[in-house]
């Protein structure tokens, strides 16, 4: 926080508050001698008052809001390098935790090194996350970095986000009730949906409208035909007097959702209105408008404004599109409002190997280690050609440099790639684009 920062700062220019409090005694001292004519007593209450000054103010200059530092006086017995270490080790974990969950001990180290704090080595590092470990203040663990296993550490506020973000999972099995019997849900699926389902899509959409379960997923790679599936759910729970509100991370993934759960026969734009929108079967913001415009009624949930929402939310399920990117954080606001409004059903879609989050944590990854109730899409539709599907394939797996291989003549390079690229695109005719 701010005086984290300010601390630091000071740490920096070489101020730790000693000579304060010697120059409080100072001028104590050089105030007895000046009432030193005066009653004894007097001049006792003097020090005194200014020793207790000097002490409560420099006190308060160190005294930190943050767990990970020391409170009052305590760094005035350390050395420079080791209470400057507090001040380092703690910036390093909130820096770091602002993008991860857990973090390698090797990137907290350099990461408080990188500080530059006066007197801080690797040893006072090393000691500090020691110390803090043997507190409670950080947990020690395993994470998997570059396919190797290393020791790790994260922050007992990241493992009580994880564990409430499981906890409402568990809550929800069970649950809910289905929107339609599973005995039913295929067959009205497929005649629901604009084109014939296969397997995967099939099992994806009936889980959404058959399962008792309030929250479920379904892991999906790219072109595996999400949106066909999903316009088949759209129409069976409209079918069924309910509402399909779709989420999503950005924008641009707003107006895909908005597209493509839409009705053929209105296939909506940017540039439709909201009315056009609501009129087309479609519904769909982004995550952080969806916490903002709703978060007030999960601190609030007994006023007319959140009986309004809940009543507005009725007979609402909401789809989750790229899930792999929603943060430890927001996933736990965004279900935790969805309780709140009484919303029946969350379908949290993605794909855990493509896109990450921006902000801390893998909440799609850990839901599904944790056996959420999960299909999975694994056909790739949108590559025609065996030689297409098979670097695809191998792209999923994080295997790039032999998916072009495969590719073989067919893969080339440019100095310009970009340029060459357009040029090969503009030459092409209209059909062959």
Known sequence: ?????????AAEQGFDGKKL????????????????????????????DAVKVAMDTVSGLLRSPDPLVD????????????????????????????????????????KALDFGLKGVTIDHVEARVEQLTEKGKLLSGEITHQGQKV????????????????????AGKDAGAPIVAPSEAPDRLQAASPHPLNEGQLAAATLIVSTSDRIVAVQ??????????????????????????????????????????????????????????????????TIAHFIWHNEKHVTNPNTPEAQARRDELKNTIIVVDETSMVSNRDMLKMLTIAESLGIEKVALIGDRQQLLPIDAGKAFAMMQA????????????????DQLRTVAALANIGKAGQAMKVLGDKVVEHEDPSAHATDLWLALSPDER
């Open 1 to 9: 926080g701010l005086v984290l920062d300010w601390m630091a700062k």
């Open 21 to 48: 409090l010697e120059g409080a005694l100072e001028n104590a001292a050089k105030a007895e001698q000046r009432e030193n004519a005066g009653p004894i007593g007097r001049s006792y209450t003097v020090i005194a």
């Open 71 to 110: 409170r009052g006086l305590v760094r005035l017995a350390q050395s420079t390098g080791q209470a400057n270490a507090q001040l380092a080790v703690a910036s390093a974990i909130r820096s770091l935790s602002q993008r991860e969950a857990a973090f390698d001990k090797d990137k907290v180290a350099k």
């Open 151 to 170: 020791e790790a550490v994260t922050t007992p506020e990241a493992l009580r986000t994880e564990e409430s973000i499981l906890a409402r999972v568990q």
């Open 220 to 285: 999906g790679i790219a072109g595996a035909g999400k949106s066909t599936m999903l316009q088949a759910v759209a129409r069976v729970v409209e079918s069924e007097g309910k509402s399909v509100m779709g989420l999503a991370f950005q924008n641009k993934m707003v107006a895909d959702m908005k597209e493509g759960m839409a009705r053929p026969d209105a296939i909506p734009t940017r540039e439709m209105s909201v009315d056009q929108m609501q009129d087309s079967g479609v519904k769909a913001e």
């Open 370 to 385: 944790d056996k959420i109730g999960m299909a999975r899409m694994d056909d790739n539709l949108r590559q025609q050609t």
